[in-house]
């Protein structure tokens, strides 16, 4: 069956270095979100991927979607306190539009 | 404009008793989402809604969780004689777009429903 796997875990950062969260899926995925929870609070979406080899730039977060569409990555350049929070990565097979196939999550802490 | 909502936003339930958790999706919203979130871990799927049809409901655990979405808006999910492993956070997340390929489909997550299942 369908999995997203994520990596690292955890991860902890000076404020000021950079972070990279990689996400892997079993299958082939027809489109990747990308969302981010504080602690206490709920998932919110923070970008969508859908075709082969895609780069999407948010200010200092750049998401890669891979040539196979089986793994992207989220990249933040110089982290800041207000990066803390849980990254997850979503993936959906096929065009069903329907379910949504959540990585474990990569928890970013961030020392001033 | 108001975002989607949960209630109650905790719930203390003695095993064997039912539960009812209420998700109000954004107005206008199509698709309706399920999920469970244990602690440390990603959402995991559990039903979905276009409108009223329940087209997906292969992520339920068991046949003691039953979702509806009768008129197209409000969703229950309700689980019936609650165990401890269902103590869990329950989060509901509401889409505007209904399906195409390429379309975008941001999801919107309500704060989530926290069951305790003693």
């Known amino acids: 069956g369908q999995q997203v796997m994520q990596i690292p875990q955890y991860q902890h950062v000076q404020e000021g270095e950079d972070f990279t969260t990689y996400c892997n899926s079993s299958?082939?995925?027809?489109?990747i979100q990308w969302y981010k929870q504080r602690p206490g609070g709920h998932p919110v979406f923070l970008i969508q991927?859908?075709?082969?080899?895609e780069v999407k730039k948010q200010k200092r977060l750049t998401f890669q979607f891979g040539e196979a569409k089986k793994n992207s990555s989220l990249h933040i350049t110089a982290t800041q306190t207000t990066d803390v929070g849980t990254y997850f990565c979503?993936?959906?097979?096929?065009?069903?539009?329907?379910?949504?196939?959540f990585g474990s999550g990569t928890k970013l802490n961030v020392k001033p | 404009g108001a975002g989607v909502s949960q209630s109650p936003r905790y719930k203390v339930a003695k095993r064997g008793q039912d539960v009812a958790l209420r998700c109000d999706p954004i107005?206008?919203?199509?698709?309706l989402f399920w999920y469970q979130q244990a602690l440390g871990q990603g959402p995991e799927f559990l039903t979905y809604?276009?409108?009223?049809?329940?087209?997906?409901k292969s992520g339920l655990p068991s046949d003691r969780f039953f979702a509806e979405r009768p008129e197209g808006s409000v969703s229950t999910l309700k689980i019936q004689r609650t165990q401890q492993e269902d103590s869990a956070v329950y989060l509901c997340?509401?889409?505007?777009?209904?399906?195409?390929?390429?379309?975008?489909?941001?999801?919107?997550f309500g704060p989530g429903t926290r069951l305790t299942v003693l």
């Open positions: 991927l859908v075709k082969s080899g």
């Open positions: 809604f276009q409108n009223e049809a329940q087209l997906d």
């Open positions: 997340a509401s889409s505007l777009v209904l399906v195409d390929r390429g379309q975008y489909n941001e999801q919107f």
């Open positions: 299958t082939t995925l027809s489109n």
């Open positions: 107005s206008g919203h199509v698709s």
């Open positions: 979503a993936g959906m097979e096929g065009y069903n539009f329907n379910k949504f196939y």
